[in-house]
T-cell receptor, first 114, second 112 residues
Framework: DTEVTQTPKHLVMGMTNKKSLKCEQH?????MYWYKQKAKKPPELMFV???????INESVPSRFSPECPNSSLLNLHLHALQPEDSALYLC?????????????FGEGSRLTVL | KQEVTQIPAALSVPEGENLVLNCSFT??????LQWFRQDPGKGLTSLLL?????REQTSGRLNASLDKSSGRSTLYIAASQPGDSATYLC???????????FGSGTRLQVQP
């Protein structure tokens, strides 16, 4: 299995809803990432987990809450989002050790906040 | 803070042409540099990865070069095809945080 799988592919939610995005990989990768990509813009880093511990939080608002329950799974919990949070949310993973550092991306979850 | 710039922002060429996409980065202390392809509304597909100790990588019709000292990378596409139409993103991975910083991309259109 050489894929990063993200679910759901599309999500529409109201500003008072609570929802979650899920990312799964079975490649033995120990670093996992959340990126946010607005239309016609490059991806921007949100969070990095290394060996299931949060290693980077790019000053993301607390309405986004990441979770890494095990080495294969990464969640992004969403609560009280704003319309400007509508974007493509990309998950990526990277194998451990040196020298690669290659990131493998999923297809993304397209989020629309009404 | 690392900044990555890509030129041109958009490019339209006839089928069969060879072309070069440019990427520059401000901090030369990179771990690697990666080139990705993104089709509209889709995720990122990794094309080539160049480690900081390497000068170039090749895959099929694609060749990427890296010049750390000048903070530049190029992606060369030979004999372009309409199926190459997509946005091409370069991204630099920093040595400390091991996170990618992306350029804004070059939107390529190959005309049949």
């Amino acid at each position: 299995d050489t894929e990063v799988t993200q679910t759901p592919k599309h999500l529409v939610m109201g500003m008072t809803n609570k929802k979650s995005l899920k990312c799964e990989q079975h490649m033995g990768h120990r670093a996992m990432y959340w990126y946010k990509q607005k239309a016609k813009k490059p991806p921007e880093l949100m969070f990095v987990y290394s060996y299931e511990k949060l290693s980077i939080n790019e000053s993301v608002p607390s309405r986004f809450s990441p979770e890494c329950p095990n080495s294969s799974l990464l969640n992004l919990h969403l609560h009280a989002l704003q319309p400007e949070d509508s974007a493509l949310y990309l998950c990526a993973s990277s194998p451990p050790g040196v020298p690669t550092g290659e990131l493998f991306f999923g297809e993304g979850s397209r989020l629309t906040v009404l | 803070k690392q900044e990555v710039t890509q030129i041109p922002a958009a490019l339209s060429v006839p089928e069969g042409e060879n072309l070069v996409l440019n990427c520059s980065f401000t901090d030369s202390a990179i771990y690697n540099l990666q080139w990705f392809r993104q089709d509209p509304g889709k995720g990122l597909t990794s094309l080539l990865l160049i480690q900081s100790s390497q000068r170039e990588q090749t895959s099929g019709r694609l060749n990427a070069s890296l010049d750390k000292s000048s903070g530049r990378s190029t992606l060369y596409i030979a004999a372009s095809q309409p199926g190459d139409s997509a946005t091409y993103l370069c991204a630099a991975m920093d040595t400390g945080r091991r996170a990618l910083t992306f350029g804004s991309g070059t939107r390529l259109q190959v005309q049949p």
